[in-house]
């Protein structure tokens, strides 16, 4: 583990500890509290000695080579690191299936909207959000996001905040105090150094969309042979518990669209390790702007492959494409 990450690691549990701490005294469940005050206590002075991450089931010389990043040697190895191996590889995959599911159905067409999307993860599980959520009076919901972190920590986060947003949504607040109570769950619940940038958007069937952007690389709205991008409102959510959000207003005429997409996309880099760029996916939009969202969507992914020009991707990808219908259409 790297200083920057281990200092940060450190003061999570901190963090932690003082949050136990302080419901020690009301909680039913003091005796489970202590014992999770017994943890922490115990990683942080595995810290200060230099033993953290080394199994405590070495010693000796194997302690000193796991330290230095070294084999483990037989702990390691055979038949048993092969049977845990599998296991993992199936708690991922299950992971990936569970997360496909979260999704929302392709080429949604609901009160005069049209939805298509492309969701890719850089590994078998992804940190970004993205959902599609009819609501009360013939809304439109659309999300988009992006969770702190990589991997598996990542997609759980990605999930609890799936979760809550369709929880949210359920309730028909206004989008502002929607996300305000989004980012105040999220800050509350998760370890100190977890957030999300978000875009949600709530869409009306005659046309008008109001849009929270909390942090999120800038949606394009696209119309008139242009692209007009729609900045941030607010800082990502779980960043402060008693964060305050805003809004905006838009009106998207009969084909008119709006691109929204993770940083996978604008900071893929080519083999010079260019980036991609909102300038390359600007021109790429308006070029596309006149076929269906799905292939709106399909001509970006396009682009940016040919532009990195690598099998892999070094982060996740998502895209999704709101087109207005020339007539409203119910799914």
């Known amino acids: 583990m790297d200083a920057p990450a281990f200092a940060i690691l450190r003061d999570q549990l901190i963090e932690r500890r003082h949050q136990l701490e302080a419901v020690t005294t009301a909680s039913v469940a003091a005796g489970e509290i202590a014992r999770l005050l017994q943890e922490v206590d115990a990683a942080l002075r595995r810290m200060d000695a230099g033993t953290y991450g080394v199994c405590e089931g070495l010693r000796g010389p194997d302690r000193a080579r796991a330290a230095h990043g070294g084999s483990a040697g037989p702990l390691l190895s055979g038949s048993s690191a092969t049977g845990r191996a599998a296991r993992l590889e199936q708690d991922l995959d299950l992971a990936s299936r569970i997360q496909r599911e979260l999704l929302p159905k392709p080429d949604t067409r609901v009160s005069g909207w049209e939805v298509a999307y492309h969701y890719q ?15 009360g009076s013939g809304d439109l919901y659309f999300l988009i996001g992006d969770v702190s972190g990589k991997g598996i920590a990542a997609a759980m986060l990605m999930s609890h905040l799936s979760a809550m947003l369709r ?22 619940s998760t370890l100190p150094a977890a957030y999300a940038t978000l875009v949600c958007g709530r869409a009306s069937a005659g046309g008008d969309i109001e849009l929270c952007n909390a942090g999120h ?17 607010g800082l990502p959510i779980g960043m402060f518990c008693s964060g305050r959000f805003s809004s905006r207003n838009e009106r998207l005429e009969p084909g008119e669209t709006m691109l929204l997409y993770t940083d996978g996309l604008t900071e893929a880099q080519d083999p010079m390790g260019v980036e991609y760029g909102l300038e390359r996916l600007s021109a790429v939009a308006v070029s596309a702007s006149r076929l269906p969202p799905q292939g709106l969507v399909d001509a970006c992914v396009g682009e940016v492959g040919a532009f990195r020009r690598a099998p892999a991707l070094a982060d996740d990808l998502t895209i999704m494409a709101l087109r207005r219908s020339q007539a409203p259409v119910e799914h």
């Open 121 to 135: 993860p850089a590994g078998p599980v992804s940190g970004d959000y993205c959902d599609v959520i009819p609501g």
């Open 167 to 188: 929880t949210l949504v359920s309730l028909g607040l206004p989008l502002t105090q929607l996300v305000e109570r989004a980012s105040r769950v999220l800050c509350e």
């Open 217 to 233: 690389p800038p949606p394009l709205v696209i119309r008139d042979g242009t692209t007009v991008a729609i900045g941030a409102t």
